[in-house]
């Protein structure tokens, strides 16, 4: 039997969550990790690989062009804005800026279970633009196949931790 990278987190945060901490501590370690899956898929599209560690089609023939004219004309400015062609995923850097997550039903451990319920997402201003570029390039998500998973998830459990004010690193068995 298969086990899911949900399951697996389950696991690691029981064993990690056997320690007591109180709820508000509980709710900086899912912020944490709300924060930090952001960062991973920023970082990894970035780089110009995919959720699934391939890297990214190449840009069309004219595509490099037209972003070379943009950069030199100053078009793109603020946080995560291309400053060279390679900058993959990134002309303006609105999109990477309009990344987000929000916490949702999330429950303290309580008698060895817990509930946490975090999305990431993307600001609608930016919705339309993604699921095209996903189309070509699969950058949304956390990996759930493949050696990238693995640090991402230990990525994850690690801020989680860390959040939490819990003292150790994550692994994945």
């Known amino acids: 039997m298969a086990v899911s990278f949900a399951q697996k987190l389950e696991a690691e945060f029981k064993n990690a969550l056997n320690k007591k901490i109180n709820s508000s501590r509980f709710l900086e370690g899912v912020n944490a990790m709300g924060v930090k899956s952001i960062e991973i898929i920023r ?4 780089k110009g690989i995919d959720v699934d560690g ?3 089609d190449k840009y069309s023939k004219n595509y490099p062009k037209q972003k070379q004219r943009a950069i030199a004309k100053g078009k ?8 060279k062609v390679l900058d993959w995923m990134r002309s303006s850097g609105q999109l990477f800026r309009d990344f987000t997550y929000k916490v949702g039903k999330t429950r303290q451990p309580r008698d060895g279970e817990f509930r946490m319920d975090f999305t990431i997402d993307i600001k609608q201003g930016s919705r339309k633009k993604a699921e095209g570029l996903m189309k ?5 998500g956390i990996a759930t196949k493949g050696n990238q998973r693995f640090s991402e998830q230990k990525q994850l459990i690690d801020a989680f931790k860390k959040g939490a004010g819990i003292n150790g690193t994550g692994r994945i068995k």
């Open 43 to 46: 970082k990894r599209a970035a």
């Open 54 to 56: 391939f890297a990214f």
């Open 76 to 83: 793109n400015s603020g946080e995560y804005a291309a400053t």
């Open 136 to 140: 070509k390039r699969k950058f949304w």
